[in-house]
């Protein structure tokens, strides 16, 4: 199934691919025809995730009577897919749930749980009912971003500070801010809330697999030198106590340093900036 930071990406790409378009929205399959009709030749004004869920926000067409902001609810469920590309739309294979597209690119769903249109009353419901959901650490990822953005501490420094967020380690640290290629000298308040929540969200993932494993493994199978059977000790990261090595990825020397009191590894080609 797909996890949360699998749907902020796709919240992410979507924004950047339709934020401000008039959308076109149609059903092939007909099963959300009528959530098509309202939202065909609305504006897309963004698109958030919560937990396993997306909305986009659409505001229905400027040229018609005053009316309100409508929402496409979507939950992937197991076996809910987003395809997106460039246009043109690509024939109509098996049972397409909904498309979306506008003058240079689409988006097609197939096989979602659910499909609706939401009214603003609704989407606030539905938010209060996921605040329960463990996606409690999305608003602690809300939290933090609000103290990191306010420092201009190095994000090094401040992933470790305690009063910002509890539990990163120094291997995590080291492994999250090289996954997303962020220098650890960044000040806190040169991340953008994007960045954070995407990070945020791979570090959720991370440290949970770690609690299951019993062990850290960061690296990606792909990366590591030996790419299939169990995970080697000295294959399971990134740059974690790997300085003087070659990274994984560039080949650049992995560096070392002292900071916040304890050692920092990070690769100065990756994580130029
Ligand atoms: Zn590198």
Known sequence: MPEGHTILRLAREHQKLFKGSVLHVDSPQGKFAEGA????????????????????????FEDGPPRFDLWLHVHLGLYGKWVSGPLPLPEVVGQVRLRIWDEHHFAQLRGAT?????????VKTLQARLGEDPLKSRDAGATSYAKVSRSSKPIGLLLMDQAVMAGVGNVYRAEILFIHRI?????????TEEQWQLLWADLITLMRAG???????????????????????????????????????????VLMEEFGGRRLYWCPTCQAT
Not at 37 to 60: C, M, N, Y
Not at 114 to 122: D, K
């Open 183 to 191: 220098d650890p000298h960044r000040p806190g308040n040169q991340v």
């Open 211 to 253: 609690v299951r494993a019993g062990r850290i493994v960061t690296t990606a199978p792909a990366d590591r030198e030996k790419v299939s059977g169990p995970v080697r000790r000295d294959d399971a990261h990134y740059v974690y106590r790997r300085h003087g090595l070659p990274c994984r990825i560039c080949g650049t020397e």
């Open 114 to 122: 659910v499909s609706e249109v939401l009214t603003a009353e609704a």
């Open 37 to 60: 009709e309202l939202l065909d030749g609305g504006r897309l004004i963004g698109v958030q995730a919560f937990g396993k869920h997306s909305l986009h926000r659409f505001r229905p």
